[in-house]
């Protein structure tokens, strides 16, 4: 499995797409700050966001997602006026939308991503206040427009099964948009650290055996490097060393087959490299703040 695609599993990533409405001038709705991942897909027309202090345009075919559930504003004009988001979400869901008029401006897609927060991972930690994919970019990464295309055709359609298909190609299109963020490039940190030729490579084969005996020399031997000059090179990027690195993921997966598993916590240790009970008990309470036992008895 690839690094991307074995911590979004982790997160264990879902989506609600609320909507597909258009909105006629003048409207407006305040999104507050929340604990989802609120995502806006302009499918008609134009539109403002304000996040922060800055003001732009969103035009048909932008998508915008704000993976920390940021407060933020749309609307046609800055001069109109603004209802609740939330309130707004649900007059459109009963059926008594509140912008509507002869003249349709925009319309919109929106909906939300919901992840498992407390998953600690670096990746995680670089998501941006908001992501913005506009048109022209996304008519270059042609498998986001095809995702985009099919998340609006269920949105119109609401055939049986709409609703869930329409859901899950949410969560294809967050897995695209974060790629396509990712894929322009990072001076620093994970993502650096995993299109850096030599220590991504390393960190693959971390990924694909979480178990094994890993030591600094062999990790080096991977990446065709120095032990030294891989050691800083790896904490440069990432900011931690290699080997505290391989023992967050461990504990990572051993919180997931605590969640997920049915294999007792003897048999997860092993699955993650320790031959030890004890030991592997002591790193993940230090690591997790709770047992091994504990954490499964509280996710319960």
Known sequence: MDILSDILEKIRLTSVV?????????????????????????????????????????????VLVFPMGGEHWLADQETSKRENGPKVVRAIMNGKPLFQGQAAATTLVCGHFDFDRTVDHPLLKELPEFIHISQDEKKELSWLQGIADLVIEEAEKKWEGSQLISNKLGEVLFVHTLRAYFNRGAKSGFVAALQDRRIGKALREIHNAPEANWQLLSLARIAGMSRTGFSKRFKDLLGDT??????HWRMLRARELLILGSQSVGEIAHAVGYSSEAAFNRVFKKRMALTPLKFRQSRA
Not at 20 to 27: L, Y
Not at 35 to 60: K, Y
Not at 242 to 247: E, R
């Open 18 to 62: 609320y909507f597909k409405s258009d909105f006629s001038p003048p409207w407006g709705m305040d999104i507050p700050k929340g604990p989802f991942a609120q995502f806006h897909f302009v499918t008609h027309g134009s539109c403002l966001a304000r996040i922060g202090g800055e003001t732009f345009q969103l035009e048909a075919g932008d």
């Open 242 to 247: 290699p080997l505290n690195y391989i023992t």
